[in-house]
């Protein structure tokens, strides 16, 4: 057991956070939003006041402390500042994913919760219009945007401030009061799971877990004062929360949103514009998004010639032998090497750094499990994409790479102050180097799960939250983090294997492959449901094959043979041989008749693959690849499939 854990000298609420931040950085900017054709910016002071004229509202309306208030919108500052006033109010916020669909998902959080009111944004609700005869113990609706046809139970955020004015006018001192009533071990938040297996867990985070984690990331992430963050990924996860809003505000940072699109394709196509305008020193983000900036940047480069593209590759690969594992970099042997690097990195390095905003310092990188090769990638191209791990139930940060403490492939090294250990599946712990269940302890640590007793003493035992992660400690310090329990495969001999590192690997390394999920459960052999490209994999055909018609047989069993050459490259002989050990390869292709995506619960709202919901969707499929006639790459139901 690596033992960090000592008592905080100081047990703070996010109230206490805020007030004291503020009071340092009242001047400077917090949050940065475009509503419209322009950025606009809110200091650290206007949103504390902002904060209070809600929080006060929400107390005219009968809001008590304890109360829960469910929040729905896409990220703004209004969301930020809703957040801000429940809790200030003695509320507790149940941040919802708009990804949610209007139905069970939405209908079983906002009951479970105990929701007395609902926080939504214009766009967002006609979905709990849909279903509000269904939320009987639902009081207000609380609008962000104007409405004209308002119904009986709603109320606008204008309405909701203008309320609030008049509280404080009328109640002076009554919220100071309440939320100088506030401890540390109240309930802040109540942040569900994604509900793949069963009904979502209501995970019960206090006001110190959020503080304690911000102080905890402070241990191995550092960033400048003024500091300018652009949060693309959800703000209803914790993750936004912590390495977002409480740890900028920390460092006197500012965070901006990515402006609401009118459709979740519209939301996408504005981030790009985003990183122009905003021009970020840091960014969250997450695996799949990282993949994406990497396929643009190649495309614009191969749009400039067979030259530039032979040599951006050839700088490319330099800086990425130079930099080795980063942890090792450069050296004597290797000290040639600098000028030809700085002299790439002013001609082609930081010309890419434009494109996503000239002023990038790092990615924080949440999520799945990110590529070595990826971070490779990013650090060559002189903005590191640092690997953190955690879990909600850790509010969530556990450990993080940095600048100058980073090994690539690894998960970085552990918060501090906190306990962690690796077990195995007896309880015992393993000393280093050797894989188990990843355990931990500390004041980031859930209160648990709500209303679910059972769940909770079977995940929290003794203050240990045990993860249902497996990893390996490689000394006191650092991290590696190599798969999901529930994920191991089994092969027909019970040896027992994570898919993640070859799946991240073949979607990395292809244009062909957008998403893989590998499947082995006591099988005669691995089969992969391969998500293709299909627009690439028809450029390959008409390159490779001008005279064969795109639409016919032909043209769709080429395709499948260079999907299979992408599989193969891993095999002995091929351009990744001895990545993986070839037993874990697949024998047998699917190919997947539509992409893994939200609305069809085959991926979560951070952009991870919902392995359960995939392989229940194609059991039929999998089992038609165990026989001799679905082995056979080029069978029917793959042609049908592209």
Same mark, same amino acid.
């Given at each position: 057991?690596?033992?960090?854990?000592?008592?905080?000298?100081?047990?703070?609420?996010?109230?206490?956070?805020?007030?004291?931040?503020t009071?340092?950085?009242?001047?400077?900017?917090?949050?940065?939003?475009?509503p419209?054709?322009h950025?606009?910016?809110?200091t650290?002071?206007?949103?504390?006041?902002?904060?209070?004229?809600?929080?006060?509202?929400?107390?005219?309306?009968?809001?008590?402390?304890?109360?829960?208030?469910?929040?729905?919108?896409?990220?703004?500052?209004?969301?930020?500042?809703?957040?801000?006033?429940?809790?200030?109010?003695?509320?507790?916020?149940?941040p919802?994913?708009?990804?949610?669909?209007?139905?069970?998902?939405?209908?079983?959080?906002?009951?479970?919760s105990?929701s007395?009111?609902?926080?939504?944004?214009?766009?967002?609700?006609?979905?709990?219009?849909?279903?509000?005869?269904?939320?009987?113990?639902?009081?207000?609706?609380?609008v962000?945007?104007?409405?004209?046809?308002?119904?009986?139970?709603?109320?606008?955020?204008?309405?909701?401030?203008?309320?609030?004015?008049?509280?404080?006018?009328e109640?002076?001192?009554?919220?100071?009061?309440?939320y100088?009533?506030i401890?540390?071990?109240?309930?802040?938040?109540?942040?569900?799971?994604?509900?793949?297996?069963?009904?979502?867990?209501?995970?019960?985070?206090?006001?110190?877990?959020?503080?304690?984690?911000?102080?905890?990331?402070h241990?191995?992430?550092a960033?400048?004062?003024?500091?300018?963050?652009?949060?693309?990924?959800?703000?209803?996860?914790?993750?936004a929360?912590?390495?977002?809003f409480?740890?900028?505000?920390?460092?006197?940072?500012?965070?901006?949103?990515?402006?609401?699109?009118?459709?979740?394709?519209?939301?996408?196509?504005?981030?790009?514009?985003?990183?122009?305008?905003?021009?970020?020193?840091?960014?969250?983000?997450?695996?799949?998004?990282?993949?994406?900036?990497?396929?643009?940047?190649?495309?614009?480069?191969?749009?400039?010639?067979?030259?530039?593209?032979k040599?951006?590759?050839?700088?490319?690969?330099?800086?990425?032998?130079?930099?080795?594992?980063?942890?090792?970099?450069?050296?004597?042997?290797?000290?040639?090497?600098?000028?030809?690097?700085?002299?790439?990195?002013?001609?082609?390095?930081?010309?890419?750094?434009?494109?996503?905003?000239?002023?990038?310092?790092?990615?924080?990188?949440?999520?799945?499990l990110?590529?070595?090769?990826?971070?490779?990638?990013?650090?060559a191209?002189?903005?590191?994409?640092?690997?953190?791990?955690?879990?909600?139930?850790?509010?969530?940060?556990?450990?993080?790479? #940095?600048?100058?403490?980073c090994?690539?492939?690894? =998960?970085?090294?552990?918060?501090?102050? %906190?306990?962690? &250990? +690796?077990? *195995?599946?007896?309880?015992?712990?393993?000393?280093?180097?050797?894989?188990?269940?990843?355990?931990?302890?500390?004041?980031?640590?859930?209160?648990?799960?709500?209303?679910n007793?059972?769940?909770?003493?079977?995940?929290?035992?003794?203050?240990?939250?045990?993860?249902?992660?497996m990893?390996?400690?490689?000394?006191?310090?650092?991290?590696?983090?190599?798969?999901r329990?529930?994920?191991?495969?089994?092969?027909?001999?019970?040896?027992?294997?994570?898919?993640?590192?070859?799946?991240?690997?073949?979607?990395?390394?292809?244009?062909?492959?957008?998403?893989?999920?590998?499947?082995?459960?006591?099988?005669?052999?691995?089969?992969?449901?391969?998500?293709?490209?299909?627009?690439?994999?028809?450029?390959?055909?008409? #390159?490779?094959?001008?005279?064969?018609?795109?639409? =016919?047989?032909?043209?769709?069993?080429? %395709?499948?043979? &260079? +999907?299979? *050459?992408?599989?193969?490259?891993?095999?002995?002989?091929?351009?990744?041989?001895?990545?993986?050990?070839?037993?874990?390869?697949?024998?047998?292709?699917?190919?997947?008749?539509?992409?893994?995506?939200?609305?069809?619960?085959?991926?979560?709202?951070?952009m991870?693959?919902?392995?359960?919901?995939?392989e229940?969707?194609?059991?039929?499929?999998?089992?038609?690849?165990?026989?001799?006639?679905?082995?056979?790459?080029?069978?029917?139901?793959?042609?049908?499939?592209?």
């Amino acid at each position: 057991m690596i033992k960090f854990f000592v008592n905080m000298p100081e047990r703070l609420t996010i109230i206490d956070f805020v007030e004291k931040y503020t009071r340092e950085y009242a001047s400077h900017v917090f949050l940065r939003e475009k509503p419209a054709d322009h950025w606009t910016e809110t200091t650290f002071e206007q949103t504390r006041l902002e904060a209070y004229r809600v929080a006060a509202g929400l107390m005219s309306l009968g809001i008590n402390k304890g109360d829960k208030i469910s929040l729905l919108s896409e990220g703004r500052n209004l969301w930020v500042i809703g957040e801000l006033g429940i809790l200030y109010a003695g509320a507790v916020n149940v941040p919802l994913s708009i990804k949610l669909e209007e139905g069970s998902d939405l209908v079983f959080r906002i009951r479970h919760s105990d929701s007395r009111f609902v926080m939504v944004s214009g766009s967002q609700l006609p979905k709990i219009r849909r279903i509000v005869s269904e939320l009987p113990a639902l009081e207000k609706i609380i609008v962000f945007d104007e409405i004209e046809d308002r119904r009986d139970n709603e109320i606008t955020m204008s309405e909701v401030l203008a309320l609030g004015d008049a509280f404080l006018k009328e109640h002076p001192g009554e919220l100071e009061a309440r939320y100088r009533s506030i401890g540390p071990d109240d309930y802040a938040n109540i942040s569900y799971t994604s509900g793949t297996t069963a009904d979502p867990k209501g995970i019960l985070l206090t006001h110190r877990n959020y503080t304690a984690n911000v102080e905890q990331a402070h241990s191995v992430v550092a960033i400048e004062p003024d500091s300018v963050m652009l949060i693309i990924l959800p703000l209803d996860h914790c993750f936004a929360h912590v390495a977002g809003f409480y740890t900028m505000m920390s460092y006197c940072g500012s965070i901006a949103t990515v402006p609401v699109g009118k459709t979740p394709m519209a939301a996408l196509r504005n981030i790009p514009l985003a990183i122009k305008e905003v021009r970020p020193h840091v960014m969250l983000s997450v695996p799949a998004l990282a993949r994406n900036f990497k396929k643009n940047i190649e495309t614009a480069i191969k749009a400039k010639g067979p030259k530039v593209e032979k040599l951006y590759n050839f700088a490319l690969n330099l800086a990425i032998s130079y930099n080795k594992e980063y942890y090792n970099r450069g050296g004597i042997l290797q000290i040639w090497k600098k000028p030809l690097i700085a002299l790439f990195d002013k001609l082609i390095f930081k010309t890419v750094r434009q494109n996503l905003g000239g002023r990038m310092q790092f990615f924080i990188g949440g999520g799945a499990l990110l590529d070595i090769e990826l971070q490779r990638y990013y650090c060559a191209i002189g903005i590191p994409m640092f690997q953190g791990y955690g879990l909600s139930e850790a509010t969530p940060i556990i450990s993080a790479n #940095s600048a100058g403490h980073c090994i690539f492939g690894s =998960s970085g090294r552990v918060v501090k102050p %906190m306990d962690i &250990k +690796i077990c *195995d599946g007896d309880g015992k712990s393993l000393p280093y180097g050797e894989r188990g269940e990843i355990v931990v302890r500390g004041e980031n640590v859930m209160a648990g799960y709500w209303k679910n007793p059972v769940s909770t003493a079977e995940t929290v035992v003794d203050g240990w939250l045990h993860t249902g992660d497996m990893g390996y400690m490689r000394d006191e310090e650092f991290l590696y983090v190599v798969g999901r329990f529930k994920s191991l495969l089994i092969s027909a001999d019970g040896e027992k294997y994570s898919p993640e590192g070859f799946e991240d690997s073949l979607t990395d390394g292809s244009k062909y492959i957008d998403q893989v999920v590998l499947h082995n459960n006591q099988d005669p052999y691995t089969t992969v449901i391969v998500v293709p490209n299909k627009e690439a994999l028809k450029e390959y055909v008409k #390159s490779s094959n001008p005279g064969v018609d795109i639409d =016919s047989r032909e043209a769709k069993e080429l %395709m499948l043979k &260079k +999907i299979q *050459d992408e599989v193969n490259s891993y095999r002995k002989g091929g351009s990744r041989a001895g990545m993986f050990p070839e037993r874990w390869l697949p024998a047998a292709i699917i190919v997947a008749d539509e992409p893994f995506t939200e609305q069809n619960h085959m991926v979560n709202s951070t952009m991870k693959i919902v392995r359960g919901k995939v392989e229940k969707h194609y059991a039929d499929r999998i089992e038609y690849a165990l026989t001799p006639e679905g082995k056979n790459l080029l069978n029917d139901k793959n042609i049908a499939s592209l």
